[in-house]
């Protein structure tokens, strides 16, 4: 095994810039669960595409995997290492291509702090000209094809995915929260 790592590159070593929190990883458990099928029809954002299909469904807090499907318009972009050591990570300049086919991905539904919907979202695609890429999908900036991107859900009823600061990586991450009662 360790002949068939060599020559690859050494992974990188990550330190958190903030305190170090004992919980990393925070849970929640929904007992129902729902698991469906999303067919994301061409012509809308996938932001608007998944946002109005999971409010159809009544779910704002969702994990989703995504099987592919065509992108007429794709906005990426990459983490990288914050140069000053500040935050964890930062985003690279953002990419756009155009008439790329989506292989694969994972995105979140949640909700900001005060309430709108956040779609995160990863992914891997094959661009126009055949070249595999991957990075951190802008959902407001692209936009499904002429071939639907399809989505297994698993809705997450019991609780909220909402977005916090996180001291130690001193980002905004998604975290469970206990479900916000309206009215």
Do not use: W
């Not at 995997?65 to 953002?94: I, K, M, N």
């Amino acid at each position: 095994m360790v002949e068939k790592l060599m020559g690859l590159p050494r992974s990188r070593t990550v330190v958190h810039p903030g305190p170090f929190r004992p919980v990393r990883i925070d849970r929640m458990r929904d007992e129902k669960g729902r698991h469906f099928r999303l067919s994301l029809p061409g012509g809308r954002t996938l932001h608007e595409s998944f946002v109005q299909a999971l409010a159809d469904e009544g779910v704002a807090s969702a994990s989703m995997t995504l099987l592919g499907g065509e992108l007429a318009e794709l906005g990426f972009c990459l983490a990288l290492p914050d140069p000053t050591g500040r935050v964890l990570a930062t985003y690279g300049a953002p990419h756009t291509v155009h008439g790329a086919c989506f292989i694969f991905g994972n995105a979140t539904l949640g909700s900001s702090a005060s309430g709108t919907p956040v779609v995160h979202c990863h992914g891997a695609f094959r661009t126009a000209d055949g070249a595999v890429r991957g990075g951190h999908i802008l959902t407001e900036r692209t936009v499904v094809g002429r071939r639907s991107v399809t989505a297994v859900v698993t809705a997450l009823d019991s609780f909220d995915l909402r977005v916090v600061y996180d001291d130690e990586t001193r980002m905004p991450l998604m975290r469970p929260q206990a479900r916000r009662i309206h009215g």
